[in-house]
């Protein structure tokens, strides 16, 4: 073979080694099938009827995500979501995002029963007032999910947020400082041990800092939690919701590291 064929023969090997690459891609990205995702939302004190379409359309248009809405409860403290009632609630979903408020749930049985789904190995996204879901029970179970327990907040007010690991993919993208205007802190009353915190805001009344955006495991189950997001501004704005659909596809292990979605998980164009 002369020195000619011989390049020719290395270039069609390339060419076809570029092809089967760039096939196993557009194969990997048609194969995947969406994450299915079930948003439970309800209870007191916040626009859950526009908040629920807020994250569905705007993480929908971020990522392969497709969503199943459960919104109960009215604007309810003491109520219990129906299909936490069942042993199996969570079967059939990729995670479960978490935006209900409903405090005074006492039900020892049915918060456990919440939580083991995610012990169990369901991931978790958990916003804003579900940090203080289930606060007035004694089992500790949720707050072992969440990884931070939080019995009240600050006054509204503009929040200064410090991103704390600007080097994780959950993080990159996420400003250096945000000023997240008319929102509510969440003091920190205990950080339980297996809390990675990713970001936090001054408390003006408590006079310290408190982890309002961080990442936790609770058995086999990955959660990403956040407890800003009070108002629909804050919760539409990209900053928001780009940083709330990085945490879900984290915890269901589709977010490369750099902070994007790995193939087949890209929002899907029309």
């Known amino acids: 073979m002369n020195s000619q064929d011989l390049s020719r023969s290395i270039n069609a ?60 409860g009215g604007d309810d403290r003491n109520f219990e979501v129906s299909i936490y009632k069942n ?32 012990q169990a190995g369901v991931p978790a996204v958990m916003l804003h007032c579900s940090t203080h879901s289930y606060r007035a ?17 600050e006054k509204n007010r503009d929040l200064v947020v410090k991103n704390l ?13 945000w000023n997240d205007p008319a929102d509510e802190l969440y003091k920190n009353d205990k950080i339980w041990p297996n809390l990675v915190p990713l970001a936090q805001a001054y408390g003006q009344d408590t006079k310290k800092d408190h982890v309002c955006i961080w990442l936790n495991t609770y058995g ?27 945490g879900l596809l984290w915890v269901c292990d589709q977010l490369d590291d750099s902070g994007k979605p790995k193939p087949g998980y890209e929002a899907v164009k029309n």
């Open 13 to 72: 090997r390339c060419l076809i080694i570029t092809l089967i690459v760039l096939a196993s891609s557009a194969f990997n990205s048609i194969a995947a099938q969406p994450l299915k995702a079930l948003i439970v939302c309800g209870g007191c004190c916040h626009d859950f009827e526009a908040q629920k379409k807020i994250l569905s359309e705007g993480i929908g248009k971020r990522a392969n995500v497709q969503f199943t809405i459960v919104h109960e």
């Open 87 to 118: 042993k199996d609630w969570a079967r059939g979903y990729d995670v479960i995002v978490h935006n209900e408020c409903f405090g005074a749930v006492t039900n020892n049985a049915l918060i456990e029963n919440i939580a083991s789904a995610h």
């Open 165 to 177: 690991k600007p080097t994780h993919p959950v993080m990159i993208g996420f400003p250096e400082v």
């Open 137 to 153: 029970a004694t089992t500790d179970e949720w707050r072992k999910t969440l990884g931070l327990s939080s019995y009240s907040h």
């Open 220 to 246: 086999k189950g990955r959660v990403f939690a956040t407890t800003l997001g009070h108002g629909n501004n804050t919760m539409q704005s990209d900053v928001y919701l780009d940083l709330v659909t990085r």
